[in-house]
């Protein structure tokens, strides 16, 4: 995946062997680029440009800008839903498709049973797959050791269940360590996701990064 920004003379690539690093200390600069991807993630326009083999894709759809670490949500209802559909659709093309009937089928004639005292007919019209799903709550674990780990799975779940996408963090070097954050890295190129880590200031510089600095003159420094 390629990122650019018409302010930036820099073609942000994802697929090369480090991970991005672009630290923007120009504050009027930073407040247009952060704003300008998360009105496109919303469905909006804006300037900044995402392609995948050299075709322009949405924002909307490929891209996610993570700011909110504390706490840092893996079980988001965009997420949530699509695990749900999965695995219903898992179900229904799988050796479980019988057994889930004879299920669904087991737990109306329960509820029309335990009805009977009632002076009235009951129907249970929304007894599907679907519904037994949501009704049991489904939901991904969430003990990890380190927020890096959570990112980790964050990702991984939904390359699963959605589709690979451009993570695009901001500053997250403030608040994990630099031990933390090679072993981040490592992982990072080792699955193949795809980075950008927006930064307001410097920090130490890792071996796996390769980083990009826009000063608060608007000098650019490779």
């Known amino acids: 995946m ?4 018409p302010d930036i003379n820099k073609v942000f690539d994802t697929e090369d062997d480090y991970v991005n690093e672009l630290v923007i200390e120009n504050s009027r600069l930073l407040y247009a680029l952060l704003l300008d991807i998360k009105q496109q993630i919303k469905g909006g326009e804006g300037r900044a440009v995402l392609s995948i083999d050299d075709k322009v894709q949405p924002m909307s759809k490929f891209a996610e800008l993570l ?6 949500e ?14 219903e659709r898992s ?9 889930s009937l004879e299920l669904l089928n087991e737990i109306e004639k329960f509820l029309i049973d ?15 797959l679907a519904s037994l799903i949501k009704a049991c709550g489904l939901s991904f674990a969430e003990d990890h050791d380190s927020l890096c780990e959570k990112i980790i799975d964050y990702m ?3 390359r699963e269940f959605d589709k690979n996408k ?14 933390e954050m090679n072993k981040f890295l490592d992982t990072i190129l080792a699955h193949g996701y795809h980075l950008i880590m927006i930064e307001s200031s410097l920090h130490s510089m890792l071996s796996k990064e390769k980083r990009y600095i826009v000063d ?6 490779c």
């Open 216 to 221: 608060a003159n608007h000098c650019e420094i």
């Open 67 to 72: 700011l909110d670490f504390f706490p840092f």
């Open 74 to 87: 893996i079980n988001t209802r965009l997420l949530l839903n699509k695990a749900s559909a999965a695995l």
């Open 114 to 128: 335990s009805s009977f005292p009632f002076n009235c007919d009951v129907n249970f019209s929304n007894i599907t």
């Open 2 to 5: 390629r990122f650019v920004y």
């Open 166 to 179: 451009l993570f695009i963090t901001y500053n997250l070097r403030c608040i994990v360590s630099d031990n």
């Open 91 to 99: 179900i229904l093309q799988g050796e479980q498709y019988q057994r």
């Open 156 to 158: 991984e779940l939904v």
